[in-house]
């Protein structure tokens, strides 16, 4: 039984740079979902995907952050122009219809 | 918005129980659910509860009651690889986790 698979585990890069993360969701899972995790807090809801369709962004959610899951199976996070308040541990998240969402190990971002 | 509280910290010994409280204010309330989070991992779920009452799952059990607006997490014959944080999330809709901040649990010899 594989999990929820996110790469890269880690990410530094400095300020202003582009960085994309992917998550590789549980097979059979149709809905996929980004949090976000910052140190002492619970995880933060991002966006989520039902499919390919994405039908939510959380108003966390900047122009500089896109997401992506083209053909309803992996999804990527790609965030622009990063900033330092962008630091933190992405999670991805999948579940099949409303069944309790698993989690990946996450990728950790930190902007130099 | 949503204001979900839980203790930040807890201690117990090994082979206690320990009981994590969390009581949470939402718009809408599809479910409460509880997570493991060790330190740089992911989040493992727990149980969850959509009804009053109480879920057993071996040494872990979860009470809800939504009229209060509360929850517990109840740990029993505590083992050193509880040592965690705990995490408690309401989902409001169809599909959004809203989450408090997280209890840590330390077990001590």
């Known amino acids: 039984d594989t999990g929820v698979s996110q790469n890269p585990r880690h990410k530094i890069t400095k300020r202003g740079q582009n960085v994309t993360f992917r998550c590789d969701p549980i097979s059979e899972h149709n809905r996929l979902y980004w949090y976000r995790q910052t140190l002492g807090q619970g995880p933060e809801f991002l966006t989520y995907?039902?499919?390919?369709?994405?039908?939510?962004k959380s108003r966390l959610l900047s122009d500089r952050f896109s997401a992506e899951r083209p053909k309803g199976s992996f999804s990527t996070l790609e965030i622009q122009r990063t900033e330092q308040g962008d630091s933190a541990m992405y999670l991805c998240?999948?579940?099949?219809?409303?069944?309790?969402?698993?989690f990946g190990d996450g990728t950790r971002l930190s902007i130099l | 918005g949503q204001n979900i509280d839980q203790p930040t910290e807890m201690t117990a010994t090994e082979g206690a129980i320990v009981q994590i409280n969390c009581t949470y204010q939402?718009?809408?309330?599809?479910?409460l659910f509880w997570y493991q989070q060790h330190a740089g991992e992911a989040p493992t779920f727990l149980s969850y509860n959509v009804l009053d009452g109480l879920e057993e799952k071996g040494r872990f059990s979860s009470f809800l009651s939504r009229s209060k607006g509360y929850s517990y997490l109840l740990l029993k014959e505590l083992q050193m690889k509880d040592s965690a944080s705990y995490l408690c999330?309401?989902?409001?809709?169809?599909?959004?986790?809203?989450f408090g901040a997280g209890t840590t649990v330390t077990v001590r010899a």
């Open positions: 939402t718009s809408g309330f599809n479910g």
């Open positions: 999330a309401v989902r409001e809709d169809d599909y959004k986790l809203s």
């Open positions: 995907f039902q499919n390919e369709a994405q039908l939510e």
């Open positions: 998240a999948s579940s099949y219809e409303n069944q309790p969402q698993h």
